[in-house]
């Protein structure tokens, strides 16, 4: 047996040290600070961030009509919910894999921590890139909804001729804009308020969803709806018809999106009441409450408005950038309660749209603030407000960048919004891809310990990587084609000649190694493992196997607890167990 001098964990924000550093976990799912408020997000809390990160009525609104068709060419059409079904497999196996890998280390740079953990620096350095780009990217998209929805909204409330500007690109610019400063302000003056705010946009968004599905099922089956209308079938949830490389792969990427999110609530695991078991808790439960709300939605979406190209159908074109308005006055009619209706359901929208820009603020500026405290990037991104305890520099760099990127598309072409919900499918796939396989890597040592470990551990994250590289491959190849996506008026969406899908979402990602080269030159200190070194699961807490098999949570249960490589996390008179080499150690008190 070895013992080791103790080593009192950094509580310094914004610090980064060697061993296990900032954000390494302690007994119980204790975290080293970086200085954010810690305690503020309880279950409930995490869940509802995670769910409005999602943004589902927005994400809905701007991604079904995509996976059901595309530029007038049916996609999955009817199968549609069998999309949004098996999007949800590789999420739930990625969030096994943030679940697990948050036990080992609750840290608020999440792919970015773990990645370079397992892989090493560069791998980890790449992966934050990712989360940061799909972030800035959908930032764009999210303000020109939440900019277009605010003149409908106050259209809808009867102000004659402001809906007409809900189509006028400077005013709904201006006003994008204005919605990214706000949620920007409001990310900047602390996690507890952001919450608050998120409970009520979250509660409302989800009962107005589920008011309109059933009201669309209720016209379906009562034989109000359309001519056209279709009554659902068992087998829109089977993929059976489909190609998987020119529908389900492009498809995929676009039903990914519409879960993207819900890893938010493991950002925020150093501010959660419990970091090591709470964030990963709450990415699991999100996961599972959004296939329920999308599959019903998705099922009564289609078989109201039907696939086909007449009138309201989803495979019209003109209906796939907004599924919702494009149907709602139809389903609602023009009755006083069906005016409220659609009032209620465009404010979903803009509500919807206008929470997820702020939720999309929170794990950036978390992301960047852990890069910073590990030197991976200038450490003015790792600085505190000393009274709100927000990254400063993070949040709002955030939404500067955010509106310099929405005004350069906007300014280049407004048609170019259009392409950004793939090129983001993209950028999740790869980071969300990249965690699967860390977490198979990090744990790789110890997942023969027991069956459950091998399970959710190894086969669950690596299953969850090897699809979305899949999907990432297939899709990739499709949105690089010149008619993927077309305009309004019929033109191609291109960029040099290629679909600026493909073009957008890969541009993003050679922009950040072009960066991290940069940067590797100005300070290598991270690059060459100083500052946040490579490691596995190489310590264990000495515990009696006290887990009995249950069905629950993937979490349930007592589990070994990873140790730092210092020991600064082994409780006072414990044993730490080398899965090398069976070597006991403690730590001088």
Same mark, same amino acid.
């Given at each position: 047996?070895?013992?080791?001098?103790?080593?009192?964990?950094?509580?310094?924000?914004?610090?980064?040290?060697?061993?296990?550093?900032?954000?390494?976990?302690?007994?119980?799912?204790?975290? *080293?600070?970086?200085?954010?408020?810690?305690?503020?997000?309880?279950?409930?809390?995490?869940?509802?961030?995670?769910?409005?990160?999602?943004?589902?009525?927005?994400?809905?609104?701007?991604?079904?009509?995509?996976?059901?068709?595309?530029?007038?060419?049916?996609?999955?059409?009817? @199968?549609?919910?069998?999309?949004?079904?098996?999007?949800?497999?590789?999420?739930? %196996?990625?969030?096994?894999?943030?679940?697990?890998?948050?036990?080992?280390?609750?840290?608020?740079?999440?792919?970015?921590?773990?990645?370079?953990?397992?892989?090493?620096?560069?791998?980890?350095?790449?992966?934050?890139?990712?989360?940061?780009?799909? *972030?800035?990217?959908?930032?764009?998209?999210?303000?020109?909804?939440?900019?277009?929805?605010?003149?409908?909204?106050?259209?809808?409330?009867?102000?004659?001729?402001?809906? *007409?500007?809900?189509?006028?690109?400077?005013?709904?610019?201006?006003?994008?804009?204005?919605?990214?400063?706000?949620?920007?302000?409001? !990310?900047?003056?602390?996690?507890?308020?952001?919450?608050?705010?998120?409970?009520?946009?979250?509660?409302?968004?989800?009962?107005? &969803?589920?008011?309109?599905?059933?009201?669309?099922?209720?016209?379906?089956?009562?034989?109000?709806?359309?001519?056209?209308?279709?009554?659902?079938?068992?087998?829109? %949830?089977?993929?059976?018809?489909?190609?998987?490389?020119?529908?389900?792969?492009?498809?995929?990427?676009?039903?990914?999106?519409?879960?993207?999110?819900?890893?938010?609530?493991?950002? !925020?695991?150093?501010?959660?009441?419990?970091?090591?078991?709470?964030?990963?808790?709450?990415?699991?439960?999100?996961?599972?409450?959004?296939?329920?709300?999308?599959?019903?939605?998705?099922?009564?979406?289609?078989?109201?408005?039907?696939?086909?190209?007449?009138?309201?159908?989803?495979?019209?074109? *003109?209906?796939?950038?907004?599924?919702?308005?494009?149907?709602?006055?139809? &389903? %609602?009619?023009?009755?006083?309660?069906?005016?409220?209706?659609?009032?209620?359901?465009?404010?979903?929208?803009?509500?919807?749209?206008?929470?997820?820009?702020?939720?999309?603020?929170?794990?950036?500026?978390?992301?960047?603030?852990?890069?910073?405290?590990? @030197?991976?990037?200038?450490?003015?991104?790792?600085?505190?407000?000393?009274?709100?305890?927000?990254?400063?520099?993070?949040?709002?760099?955030?939404?500067?960048?955010?509106?310099?990127?929405?005004?350069?598309?906007?300014?280049?072409?407004?048609?170019?919004?259009?392409? &950004?919900?793939?090129?983001?499918?993209?950028?999740?796939?790869?980071?969300?891809?990249?965690?699967?396989?860390? !977490?198979?890597?990090?744990?790789?040592?110890?997942?023969?310990?027991?069956?459950?470990?091998?399970?959710?551990?190894?086969?669950?994250?690596?299953?969850?990587?090897?699809?979305?590289?899949?999907?990432?491959?297939?899709?990739?190849?499709?949105?690089?084609?010149?008619?993927?996506?077309?305009?309004?008026?019929?033109?191609?969406?291109?960029?040099?000649?290629?679909?600026?899908?493909?073009?957008?979402?890969?541009?993003?990602?050679?922009?950040?190694?072009?960066?991290?080269?940069?940067?590797?030159?100005?300070?290598?200190?991270?690059?060459?493992?100083?500052?946040?070194? @490579?490691?596995?699961?190489?310590?264990?807490?000495?515990?009696?196997?006290?887990?009995?098999?249950?069905?629950?949570?993937?979490?349930?249960?007592?589990?070994?607890?990873?140790?730092?490589?210092?020991?600064?996390?082994?409780?006072?008179?414990? @044993?730490?167990?080398?899965?090398?080499?069976?070597?006991?150690?403690?730590?001088?008190?």
């Amino acid at each position: 047996m070895t013992t080791v001098p103790a080593n009192s964990a950094s509580t310094s924000g914004g610090g980064a040290s060697g061993g296990s550093g900032p954000g390494a976990s302690g007994s119980g799912g204790t975290v *080293d600070s970086k200085g954010l408020k810690t305690g503020s997000l309880g279950l409930v809390s995490s869940i509802v961030v995670g769910m409005s990160s999602t943004a589902p009525a927005y994400s809905l609104a701007a991604s079904l009509g995509l996976i059901i068709a595309t530029g007038g060419t049916l996609l999955a059409g009817v @199968k549609a919910p069998a999309i949004v079904l098996l999007a949800f497999i590789p999420m739930y %196996f990625i969030a096994v894999s943030y679940q697990e890998l948050n036990k080992a280390e609750p840290d608020c740079g999440t792919t970015f921590t773990w990645a370079a953990r397992a892989f090493g620096a560069k791998t980890g350095w790449l992966g934050g890139w990712g989360i940061i780009a799909a *972030d800035v990217i959908v930032m764009a998209n999210l303000a020109q909804i939440a900019g277009s929805y605010s003149f409908t909204f106050l259209g809808e409330l009867g102000i004659p001729g402001i809906a *007409d500007l809900s189509t006028n690109t400077v005013a709904t610019t201006l006003v994008g804009v204005a919605w990214i400063a706000i949620m920007t302000f409001i !990310c900047y003056r602390g996690i507890e308020v952001s919450a608050r705010l998120q409970y009520f946009l979250l509660g409302f968004e989800v009962i107005i &969803l589920i008011v309109f599905a059933v009201f669309a099922l209720v016209r379906v089956y009562s034989g109000t709806a359309e001519s056209y209308s279709l009554i659902p079938q068992l087998d829109w %949830f089977l993929p059976t018809g489909l190609d998987f490389g020119t529908i389900i792969a492009p498809a995929l990427l676009t039903g990914i999106f519409i879960y993207w999110g819900w890893d938010t609530a493991v950002a !925020c695991n150093e501010e959660s009441d419990d970091p090591g078991k709470t964030p990963g808790r709450a990415a699991v439960i999100s996961t599972l409450l959004l296939l329920a709300t999308y599959g019903i939605v998705s099922v009564a979406t289609v078989a109201f408005a039907g696939v086909g190209t007449d009138g309201i159908g989803l495979g019209n074109p *003109d209906n796939s950038a907004d599924v919702f308005s494009a149907i709602g006055s139809q &389903l %609602f009619g023009d009755s006083p309660i069906g005016v409220i209706l659609m009032l209620l359901l465009s404010a979903t929208i803009l509500t919807s749209a206008a929470a997820s820009t702020q939720t999309t603020i929170l794990p950036t500026a978390r992301t960047a603030l852990s890069m910073a405290a590990y @030197k991976a990037i200038p450490e003015k991104f790792a600085r505190i407000h000393p009274k709100f305890l927000t990254p400063t520099w993070a949040t709002v760099a955030m939404g500067v960048i955010s509106v310099a990127f929405y005004l350069l598309f906007t300014f280049i072409s407004p048609s170019l919004l259009l392409a &950004l919900i793939g090129s983001v499918g993209l950028m999740i796939a790869f980071y969300y891809g990249l965690t699967g396989y860390a !977490c198979a890597w990090f744990y790789r040592k110890t997942l023969t310990t027991s069956f459950r470990n091998f399970i959710m551990r190894g086969v669950v994250p690596l299953l969850g990587g090897l699809i979305l590289t899949a999907v990432f491959i297939f899709g990739l190849y499709n949105y690089a084609q010149p008619d993927w996506l077309v305009d309004d008026d019929g033109n191609n969406v291109t960029i040099f000649g290629i679909g600026a899908v493909a073009v957008v979402g890969i541009g993003a990602m050679i922009i950040g190694a072009v960066l991290m080269v940069i940067w590797w030159l100005r300070a290598p200190d991270y690059f060459r493992g100083k500052t946040l070194e @490579k490691r596995s699961d190489d310590l264990v807490l000495a515990q009696p196997d006290l887990f009995v098999p249950t069905l629950g949570l993937p979490d349930s249960g007592d589990r070994p607890v990873i140790i730092a490589p210092d020991l600064s996390n082994l409780p006072p008179g414990a @044993k730490a167990v080398s899965t090398e080499t069976g070597e006991e150690f403690t730590r001088g008190e």
